[in-house]
């Protein structure tokens, strides 16, 4: 169990680029930030999905208790909003895992899809939620290598899937870029950004959500105490959210570490841009490709293109390193549609990822009422937010095979202290990216 004492954070980077999902989401209302003394029973720190879903499950579980969430940025501002909205049952490395562990991460996964689907109903959060099922494919050897042991897993596991070859990817997405792909019926698309802030603004009214307030450090002392610039949450219990920045406040920093990856929106096609891009409206495909791109047309007909990964321990990213990225988008279009290789991306954005080398999430106590998960690396949407609830369940004292399910997974394995961590990762990382070549 990862102990916590006396966190200090250093200051979060303010800019990771202007991301299209956060931009045309139905907006936050004017953000309320912390300021004097507050008192709560539970404080939840980070409001992406997963403190998004801790926080919405201490208001079931718990219908009396003020809840505190707060978040340095606007919530869904970190890695959620700025997701490429694929919401994973099975993963692409799903196959990779032992038996018993993948069957534990899907069950999960589909309960956090089940939460967020009655939250996008009941709530009415206007998402562009859709559920036809999006595509596994397969450009290279080793993502077609790796597309197989998925279909024999999935064989396996009496899972539904269509096979695409070649020709049947060209119709459904109207280029012959890749080889294979598998369509995954349930499977959801959402845009990132509007489900963030629909969840956000959509929280009962006993959670009190505070926002750009950073928390500088955390305190114990009868009870948890988390200083802000300019205020401070008192509380009993704890729940910690931040996922990839968790090192930067001295949580979980042997277990999982910031990656930054990179997603771009073009404007909108016109009606002729648009005809030859497949048989359906909407449609995303999700690399096998391990440093594959992943590439949406989205509902309202842009073209949504993720790749490449950086690596910075405070989680930084220069102007450059998002040209960089955007001209690695390019590429990955001109690729796939020659036909439309000059079509202007609006917007270019980084987003942290909480990584971990064995592709295990983090869940688990803290301390004394207190939990956090974190490390779900490219896949946190459903995992994030089933996980995100069981914290709450765990401070609460509330049993359930879920929660059994979740305290039983295989954590990430150790990590090396820094220096040796980062020059490891970014030794890795060149590695990758290099690797990328004509899947990118
Ligand atoms: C570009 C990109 C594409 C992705 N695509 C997908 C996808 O298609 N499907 C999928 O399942 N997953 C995807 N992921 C991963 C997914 O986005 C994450 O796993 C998931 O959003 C994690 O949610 P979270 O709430 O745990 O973390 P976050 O959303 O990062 O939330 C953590 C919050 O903590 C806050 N915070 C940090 N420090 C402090 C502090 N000191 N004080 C207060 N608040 C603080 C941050 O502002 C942030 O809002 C993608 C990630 C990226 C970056």
């Excluded at 959801?188 to 629909?198: F, I």
């Excluded at 937010?385 to 049993?399: I, K, N, P, S, W």
């Excluded at 879920?402 to 590695?431: S, T």
Aim: with cysteine; hydrophobic share 40%; net charge positive.
């Amino acid at each position: 169990m990862p102990s916590l004492g006396r966190r200090r954070a250093n200051a979060l980077p303010s800019d990771l680029g202007v991301c299209g999902w956060l931009e045309s989401a139905p907006p936050l209302p004017p953000a309320r930030r912390l300021e004097g003394t507050v008192e709560a029973d539970c404080v939840v720190l980070g409001a992406g999905f997963t403190g998004l879903a801790a926080a919405h499950r201490l208001t079931v579980l718990r219908p009396s208790w003020r809840v505190v969430l707060i978040d340095a940025k606007r919530a869904g501002g970190g890695a959620s909003g700025r997701s490429s909205g694929f919401v994973v049952d099975a993963a692409s490395f799903i196959a990779a895992m032992p038996p018993a562990q993948a069957s534990r991460v899907v069950r999960l996964s589909r309960q956090g899809i089940d939460a967020l689907r009655t939250r996008v109903a009941e709530d009415g959060i206007n998402c562009d939620w859709d559920e036809r099922g999006w595509i596994h494919a397969a450009a290279g050897d080793e993502g077609c290598r790796s597309l197989a042991s998925l279909e024999d897993w999935l064989d396996q596991s009496n899972m539904p899937y269509e096979v695409l070859d070649s020709a049947g990817m060209a119709s459904a997405v109207g280029t012959s870029f890749y080889q294979r792909g598998i369509r995954l019926p349930g499977s959801v698309l959402v845009q990132a950004g509007a489900l963030a802030h629909g969840l956000a603004t959509r929280l009962p009214p006993t959670v009190t959500l505070f926002e750009e307030s950073p928390v500088t450090s955390i305190a114990l002392g009868n009870g948890y105490r988390l200083r802000t610039a300019r205020g401070e949450v008192r509380a009993s219990r704890l729940i910690v959210a931040l996922n990839a920045w968790a090192p930067n406040l001295g949580i979980l920093q042997q277990r999982l570490f910031p990656l930054l990856t990179f997603g771009s929106l073009t404007r909108q096609l016109t009606a002729g841009e648009q005809a030859g891009l497949g048989d359906r409206d909407t449609w995303g495909i999700l690399a096998q490709d391990p440093m594959g791109s992943s590439v949406r047309r989205t509902a309202d007909q842009r073209l949504l293109i993720r790749n490449e990964i950086h690596y910075d321990r405070r989680v930084r990213c220069s102007e450059d390193r998002l040209q960089a990225a955007q001209q690695g988008h390019r590429t990955a279009l001109a690729a796939r549609y020659p036909a439309l290789a000059d079509v202007p991306f609006e917007t270019t954005w980084a987003g942290p990822m909480g990584a971990v080398p064995n592709l295990r999430p983090f869940f688990g106590r803290l301390g004394e009422g207190a939990a956090t998960t974190g490390g779900f690396t490219g896949a946190g949407i459903a995992m994030g937010t089933a996980l995100g609830r069981l914290t709450a369940d765990l401070v609460c004292g509330e049993d359930s095979p879920a929660l059994a399910d979740a305290l039983a997974l295989e954590g990430p394995r150790w990590l090396p202290p820094q220096p040796f961590l980062g020059m490891g990762i970014k030794w890795r990382v060149r590695q990758m990216n290099a690797s990328a070549g004509d899947c990118l």
